[in-house]
T-cell receptor, first 114, second 111 residues
Framework: SAVISQKPSRDICQRGTSLTIQCQVDSQVTMMFWYRQQPGQSLTLIATANQGSEATYESGFVIDKFPISRPNLTFSTLTVSNMSPEDSSIYLC???????????FGSGTQLSVL | QKEVEQDPGPLSVPEGAIVSLNCTYSNSAFQYFMWYRQYSRKGPELLMYTYSSGNKEDGRFTAQVDKSSKYISLFIRDSQPSDSATYLCAMRITNAGKSTFGDGTTLTVKP
């Protein structure tokens, strides 16, 4: 199984600022996924990050709000831009196994926006 | 209406009890079914993975899929306090496709 390190583990931010979340994997993976988990709600896929190409965003999520970088096969960042209290959530990085049957998750970033 | 509905809980049981966690879904195209366990302040970890209908057992855990009823269950036998966590069902249409998650059921097993 992949080991995923995610930083920061939590942060408290002011409205209007931006936060960049980092995700490091201990092995090379083709696709990395970014999820949001709001309190009492299911995991929602924000985007899929492929190395060397633009991220693919799900309906309701846009690049201007959630820019993603994927500079190599072991690292990705998600930025939450121009934050509002509605962005308060847990953000999770995930990768699939080689067959993509299984998803492995980082520990998440608990974001609170005041 | 959500594609995947999960019994909301929370669920509290005494140690040693048999626990049943359930999800229903509306999309008959789902073929791959997963159960994840999520401890507080941790990411989800995959517990069980099944394809199509049937049962799959792994130690104290049994996953059951009934595609005709669009219903999946996770049974935990001889529950332990260490099983206290939130359990998420997930499913997808294709092997490499996007997973759709339930909202989760929080389980507490009391010693």
């Amino acid at each position: 199984s992949a080991v995923i390190s995610q930083k920061p583990s939590r942060d408290i931010c002011q409205r209007g600022t931006s936060l960049t979340i980092q995700c490091q994997v201990d092995s090379q993976v083709t696709m990395m996924f970014w999820y949001r988990q709001q309190p009492g709600q299911s995991l929602t896929l924000i985007a899929t990050a492929n190395q060397g190409s633009e991220a693919t965003y799900e309906s309701g999520f846009v690049i201007d709000k959630f820019p993603i970088s994927r500079p190599n096969l072991t690292f990705s960042t998600l930025t939450v831009s121009n934050m509002s209290p509605e962005d308060s959530s847990i953000y999770l990085c995930s990768v699939g196994d080689p067959t993509n049957e299984k998803l492995f998750f980082g520990s998440g970033t608990q974001l609170s926006v005041l | 209406q959500k594609e995947v509905e999960q019994d909301p809980g929370p669920l509290s049981v005494p140690e040693g009890a048999i626990v049943s966690l359930n999800c229903t879904y509306s999309n008959s195209a789902f073929q791959y079914f997963m159960w994840y366990r999520q401890y507080s302040r941790k990411g989800p970890e995959l517990l069980m993975y099944t394809y199509s209908s049937g049962n799959k057992e792994d130690g104290r855990f049994t996953a059951q899929v009934d595609k005709s009823s669009k219903y999946i269950s996770l049974f935990i036998r001889d529950s332990q306090p260490s099983d206290s966590a939130t359990y998420l069902c997930a499913m997808r249409i294709t092997n490499a496709g996007k997973s759709t998650f339930g909202d989760g059921t929080t389980l507490t097993v009391k010693p």
